[in-house]
């Protein structure tokens, strides 16, 4: 009996140690009210597909960086449409998606299913590690909550598709239209749109240059749940419908990627890895003001 008493007690305070570990860390977690400032650059860590890591400058700082106004709105809708349905009426996390997700987690006996809203996805992308653990999801769903309090719907937007992986070493949505199609952000089809967002679940995956038929096959269920979700009309989406993507040289051009990775881009003055974000000069917004409602929320 004392033997038990003295395991119970010794597995209640290594709970109350992780619990007390995990607080730290949400503590010391960095602040996001800079990211409101659409001056701001910040410098992270990426992941080449050899694996090995790259800073890489989110903000204007980045010479592929697309300001939110420069994407188009169907960029925009093919995303939600993808990866968030409910990401205008959450407050960074969907508890009825998490739910499912573990449901569904559970009955396949692994991690098939995140369940995470774009600002879960965004909140990693710029502030956390890969690994799949208990304490790293305790901390997107508190950097989650605190980006979606702190930053307009619009903002995360913008930083979510400036960010995402499109391809070996192509971060972002500007950089990804000039890869693929070579052409802006700005130009891309309707179609073009959902292409990309059907690679977001990961284009190691979904690489297009060897599984294009996957990748179509997706984004037309993309197209469809933007079409019945009234995000497109009728004519575009019988024009996306009959439009392929034109990706002609894009395999000789991956394996290029691959076999040379392209030159590390220098960091703006004043970023590096030990000062990963910079403020412009100038006056910025203060910490503690609420975000201003903004038409552009609703896309």
């Known amino acids: 009996?004392?033997?038990?008493?003295?395991?119970?007690?010794?597995?209640?305070?290594?709970?109350?140690?992780?619990?007390?570990?995990?607080?730290?860390?949400?503590?010391r977690?960095?602040?996001?009210?800079?990211?409101?400032?659409?001056?701001?650059?910040?410098?992270?860590t990426v992941k080449d597909w050899n694996g090995g890591e790259h800073p890489f400058v989110v903000g204007p700082g980045n010479r592929n960086w697309t300001p939110g106004c420069a994407i188009p709105a169907a960029?925009?809708?093919?995303?939600?449409?993808?990866?968030?349905?409910?990401?205008?009426?959450?407050e960074g996390i969907d508890f009825d998606a998490m739910?499912?997700?573990?449901?569904?987690?559970?009955?396949?006996?692994?991690?098939?299913?995140?369940?995470?809203?774009?600002?879960?996805?965004?909140?990693?992308?710029?502030?956390?590690?890969?690994?799949?653990?208990?304490?790293?999801?305790?901390?997107?769903?508190?950097?989650?909550?605190?980006?979606?309090?702190?930053?307009?719907?619009?903002?995360?937007?913008?930083l979510y598709l400036n960010v995402v992986e499109l391809g070996p070493m192509v971060y972002g949505i500007g950089h990804g239209a000039r890869y693929y199609f070579g052409k802006p952000a700005s130009a891309l089809t309707v179609r073009e749109c959902a292409f990309f967002a059907a690679m977001l679940p990961g284009p190691k995956v979904l690489n297009p240059?060897?599984?294009?038929?996957?990748?179509?096959?997706?984004?037309?269920?993309?197209?469809?749940?933007?079409?019945?979700?009234?995000?497109?009309?009728?004519?575009?989406?019988a024009t996306a419908l009959?439009?392929?993507?034109?990706?002609?040289?894009?395999?000789?051009?991956?394996e290029q990627t691959l076999a040379v990775p392209p030159p590390v881009e220098p960091l703006p003055p004043g970023l590096s890895p030990d000062n990963p974000i910079v403020a412009p000069s100038g006056a910025a917004p203060p910490a503690d003001t609420p975000p201003a409602a903004n038409d552009n929320d609703v896309i």
Do not use: C, W
């Open 209 to 237: 240059y060897k599984k294009m038929d996957k990748v179509l096959a997706r984004s037309t269920r993309i197209l469809k749940r933007m079409y019945a979700a009234r995000m497109i009309i009728a004519d575009q989406y």
């Open 75 to 90: 960029m925009k809708r093919a995303v939600v449409a993808s990866e968030d349905g409910n990401f205008y009426r959450h």
């Open 242 to 254: 009959a439009e392929t993507p034109n990706l002609s040289g894009i395999a000789r051009k991956v």
């Open 1 to 27: 009996m004392r033997s038990l008493r003295r395991l119970f007690l010794g597995g209640f305070l290594l709970v109350l140690a992780y619990f007390g570990y995990v607080a730290v860390s949400l503590a």
């Open 29 to 44: 977690m960095p602040s996001v009210s800079l990211l409101r400032d659409p001056r701001v650059s910040m410098v992270i």
């Open 99 to 158: 739910r499912k997700a573990i449901e569904d987690d559970i009955k396949k006996g692994k991690f098939a299913r995140g369940g995470s809203t774009i600002t879960q996805q965004l909140a990693k992308n710029l502030f956390l590690s890969r690994e799949r653990t208990i304490t790293r999801k305790l901390k997107e769903l508190y950097l989650a909550r605190r980006l979606d309090g702190e930053l307009t719907k619009a903002r995360i937007l913008e």
